[in-house]
């Protein structure tokens, strides 16, 4: 290695990014189905654990959907609420630093 191949390795420094969580909380009005819908359709999960985390919802108030980076997570957030929103449901997304 070169004296300047080895001083560009120094210079770059990758960080890796923030992470953060989205989360569904719970409320007494939006449905169980459009919750595992939405688990389903924008967070990929697959029946079993659509149904897992909605249960959670239901049980313990909040349920964590996935942990992504920034951007990812504050498109899922506007997703869930634009989705909710669409189907007349108060379901609130949430999203924080992991």
């Known amino acids: 290695m070169n ?4 001083e ?3 210079d770059i420094s990758v960080k890796k990014p923030k992470m953060y969580k989205v989360l569904l909380l719970n409320d007494d009005f939006t449905s ?5 819908s939405t688990l389903m ?3 990929h999960k697959n029946e079993e654990e659509a149904y ?3 249960l959670r919802i239901h049980n313990q108030g909040s ?7 920034y951007e990812i ?4 957030v506007a997703q869930v609420l634009n989705s909710a929103k669409k189907n007349k449901f ?4 949430v999203m924080e630093e992991e």
Do not use: D
């Open 3 to 6: 004296q300047i191949e080895h």
């Open 90 to 93: 108060p379901l609130r997304a």
């Open 8 to 10: 560009l390795k120094e």
């Open 73 to 76: 997570a504050e498109t899922k």
């Open 32 to 36: 169980m189905e459009f919750v595992v």
């Open 52 to 54: 897992a985390i909605m």
């Open 63 to 69: 349920g964590l959907c996935g942990i992504y980076t």
């Open 41 to 43: 359709n924008i967070f």
